[in-house]
């Protein structure tokens, strides 16, 4: 079993940047960033392979938003830039892999994200 945990949340006015990081208990693979906003289902955010040369985003975060990856520090990341109001969420990121939140195995606790208008 793989424990993950998110940091790197907070608050942040609109147009700002934040870096959330994970930390995994081992070695993963397929590693994805899913986000789930007030009232909102969870909505998948980037995911990356192990290697990190196939990499996808949501349409709403392309451009913006930069996933990557440390294999040797088990740790992934989410770079967040450009933020808008509607980012505000809970982040959570899971091993797994595609878009769709079933194809992930074991989540983190989540990140909060906070943008002011």
């Known amino acids: 079993q793989v424990q993950l945990v998110e940091s790197g949340g907070g608050l942040v006015q609109a147009g700002g940047s934040l870096r959330l990081s994970c930390a995994a208990s081992g070695r993963t693979f397929g590693m994805g960033w899913f986000r789930q906003r007030p009232g909102k289902e969870r909505e998948f955010v980037a995911a990356?392979?192990?290697?990190?040369?196939?990499?996808k985003y949501a349409d709403s975060v392309k451009g913006r938003f930069t996933i990557s990856r440390d294999n040797a520090k088990n740790m992934i990341y989410l770079q967040l830039n450009s933020l808008k109001p509607e980012d505000t969420a809970v982040y959570y990121c899971a091993v797994g892999g595609g878009s769709d939140w079933r194809g992930y195995n074991y989540w983190g606790q989540g990140t909060q994200v906070t943008v002011s208008s």
């Open positions: 990356i392979n192990w290697s990190g040369n196939t990499i």
